[in-house]
């Protein structure tokens, strides 16, 4: 390989690889998804991103600074990088795919990042009247759920899914949201914004 094919990774590719990321990891500061923000990774010691609960231990005592010669070790094969790491992503093969990759996380650490299309979570305070629920009934094996938009479904309780999401992007206090494939199709997810809500928003309510 030539020095000049060696040299810069290119950003603006580089965030085009990171949809590869994009399920797990966002690059919007404070945004913790499977895994940690990326926003200021660069030059950070691992697993210290502030906010990010689910570091494994490995990660945790790891003696590594993010930079060019770590991020290219780690993104080529994470568990042998970091025996034990909960990032269950098998790396990527290619060297100028990395460099790449590495080239748009220093920009977007620098404030400097070409914009990727942007992945990660909805912001669940903007949902559509189809996706606001306004009541969970429970009877039998049955959950009806009603929306905003005036729709009421029948869902059969073990195809309907509770979960929470207590960030700036999750729903507000009282306001549960109905996500995935919403209401249409045989099943969904209810997102709250607190663990109590949950059981205190479903009545039970037989026809
Ligand atoms: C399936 C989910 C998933 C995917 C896909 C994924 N990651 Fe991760 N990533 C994680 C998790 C979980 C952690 C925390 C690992 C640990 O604590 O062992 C992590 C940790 C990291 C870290 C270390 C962060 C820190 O705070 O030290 C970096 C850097 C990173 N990922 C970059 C990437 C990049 C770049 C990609 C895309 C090529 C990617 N990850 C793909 C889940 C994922």
């Known amino acids: 390989m030539t020095l000049a094919a060696h040299a810069a990774g ?18 919007a500061a404070g945004e913790q998804m ?3 923000s990326l926003a200021h990774i660069w030059n950070r010691k691992a697993g210290s991103v502030e906010g990010f609960l689910r570091y494994s231990d490995p990660m945790k005592r790891a003696d590594v600074v993010w930079n060019e ?19 269950t992503f098998p790396g990527l093969k290619q060297s100028q795919a990395r460099q790449d990759l590495i080239a748009y996380l220093k920009a977007v650490a620098g404030g400097k990042a070409p914009p990727a299309q ?12 189809e996706g606001q629920v306004t009541s969970i009934k429970h009877c039998g094996d049955t959950y009806t759920v009603d929306t905003a938009d005036g729709r009421s479904q029948k869902v059969w309780e073990f ?10 992007l999750g729903p507000a206090p009282g306001k549960p949201v109905v996500v995935g ?27």
Do not use: Y
């Open 69 to 87: 010669a770590t991020l290219d070790q780690w993104l080529s094969n994470p568990a042998a990088f970091l025996p034990g790491t909960s990032m």
């Open 118 to 129: 942007r992945g990660g979570k909805l912001d669940l305070r903007k949902a559509p009247p």
């Open 181 to 207: 494939a919403g209401m249409q199709g045989d099943r969904a997810s209810i997102v709250f914004a607190t663990p109590k809500e949950i059981s205190e928003s479903i009545k039970h309510a037989c026809p």
């Open 34 to 36: 499977t895994g940690p």
């Open 159 to 168: 195809n309907l899914r509770f979960k929470t999401d207590t960030s700036k």
């Open 10 to 27: 290119d950003p603006k590719r580089g965030a085009q690889v990171f949809r590869q990321c994009m399920a797990c990891h966002s690059v």
